[in-house]
């Protein structure tokens, strides 16, 4: 018997990794199922958005047991293996993640099921509890307050100097961003963290003369 032939044999031999119950597939699904069903509350929670997708939060659940299958299926047969890694390869995701918290989920949820595939339930639950603490801890620390944006248009840029002297008043921080300086008038862009006062900071500068219309936009960088 040659080498090829001993290779062909053991890979054969090898083919078959694992035998699964129905009964111990239905448990790994079953606590795959009641830890993704977890992660559903949790972002719901969590997720403060104004459009809350209740199709994505839906998704995390599945894709879990999804993984959770995948992984049992990989470690019952070498050739299904094979064929996972083959198969999942020409998969392409062409939704955008929009919030970084949402990949997060995705990522949590797809962990779970590799760990609960493996038979690993203690350190999937662990995994998750783990992962709750730390999000709702960090949320209760206060956040930096976002940039503002001072977009102005005066009809000269003589204007300019008592801006910005209004701006100091009320701005602990602030910095032109653009400055566009034509016959007809200027507009110029101000990046600005308001100390308190925004609407007064608005109207004192709104009522001087030469200035045509104001406006304070929230820039969270993101956009």
């Known amino acids: ?14 083919a078959n990794v694992m035998d699964f119950s129905i009964a111990s597939v239905a448990l790994t699904i079953a606590v ?21 997708s209740k199709s994505f939060n839906m998704s995390l659940v599945a894709m879990a047991m999804i993984t959770a299958a995948i992984i049992l299926a990989i470690q019952s047969s070498v ?35 590799i760990i609960c595939g493996a038979g ?18 960090l949320d209760f620390f206060p956040a930096v307050s976002a940039p503002m944006l001072l977009v102005l248009n005066a009809k000269d840029g003589k204007v300019e100097e008592d801006v910005m002297g209004i701006v100091s008043k009320y701005a602990k921080y602030y910095r032109v ?26 109207h004192a500068i709104n009522t001087l003369q030469g200035v045509e219309s104001v406006s304070l936009l929230c820039h969270d960088g993101e956009k």
């Open 1 to 14: 018997m040659g080498f090829r032939d001993i290779l062909k044999k053991s890979f054969l031999e090898g």
């Open 120 to 137: 690993l339930y203690g350190m999937a639950l662990m995994l998750s509890l783990c992962v709750t603490v730390v999000v709702f801890l």
């Open 177 to 202: 961003k653009s400055r566009n300086l034509t016959k007809s008038g200027m507009d110029m862009v101000v990046e600005l963290r308001v100390k308190k006062g925004e609407a007064e900071m608005v």
């Open 32 to 52: 795959t199922a009641v830890i993704g069903i977890y992660i559903y509350i949790v972002y719901r929670f969590v997720s403060r958005k104004a459009f809350y």
């Open 79 to 113: 050739v299904i293996s094979l064929g996972m890694v083959g198969a999942l390869s020409i998969v392409r995701f062409r939704t955008a993640v929009k919030d970084p918290m949402d990949l997060v989920f995705l990522f949590w949820s797809i962990s779970v099921g």
